[in-house]
């Protein structure tokens, strides 16, 4: 029975791997697109709710328009790399809200929010797009799906294969108590791992070029970022890698971002 067990689980695991578009890693997703997007619309409604929307207009306005920009030329790839399917998941929304804390996220699906704190370190429209495009390249890689795949392995180990087949609920529970944090930390996902984050630079970078942002822009935002921590540590950067490596890596990967970009 035990083997039966370790083989079903097996067979989960290896059919439920894919691939990240572009950089082309293997990830693990047990949760189906339909359940993340439901536990993804739930939160995000909460947290819209809680949060008063921002009353600065123009940059209101500008985070939409960086959004959209950043949104199409993703869809545009897409639609040219034979990945139709998963523009149906993509169901964008762009916000800005009246907080402090210097903060942006993108829920599973393309809800993504900036806080006005963030605002003095974007800067520029460019700066803008940094953040827009590492933030939305969490959601077209669905990290917080792998994220919430592995926490599913780990909780339920050898039970994973009934989880999974028969229980959805009891994943849609565990999803939304576990892969948002509601409360004192409104809006903010489940930290990603540094892999994530890295991926989440490499991607970004290049969905800003796509969409006619000059990549070098990456770097001159995250050197303002690293050059304002004094004092507190910022939300947006404490689940991050550390500046000095996140530039290098940055840097590394310019030359990538600079053959999608078109002024």
Known sequence: MRKVIYLSILIVILSSCSSVLITGRKQLLLVSNSEILSMSAQSYKHFIDSVPASKDVANTQLVKKVGANIANAVVNYLKTNNMESEIGNLVWEFNLVKDTSVNAFCMPGGKVVFFDGILPLTQTEAGMAVVMGHEIAHAVAKHSNERLSQQLLLQYGAAITDVLLSNKSEITRLGISTLYGIGAQVGVILPYSRKHEYEADRLGVIFMAMAGYDPDEAITFWERMAAN???????????????????????????????????
């Open 229 to 263: 921590k004094s004092g507190s540590v910022l939300e947006f950067m404490s689940t991050h890698p550390t500046d000095v490596k996140r530039i290098a890596k940055m840097k590394e990967v310019l030359a990538e971002a600079l053959l999608y970009y078109k002024k």
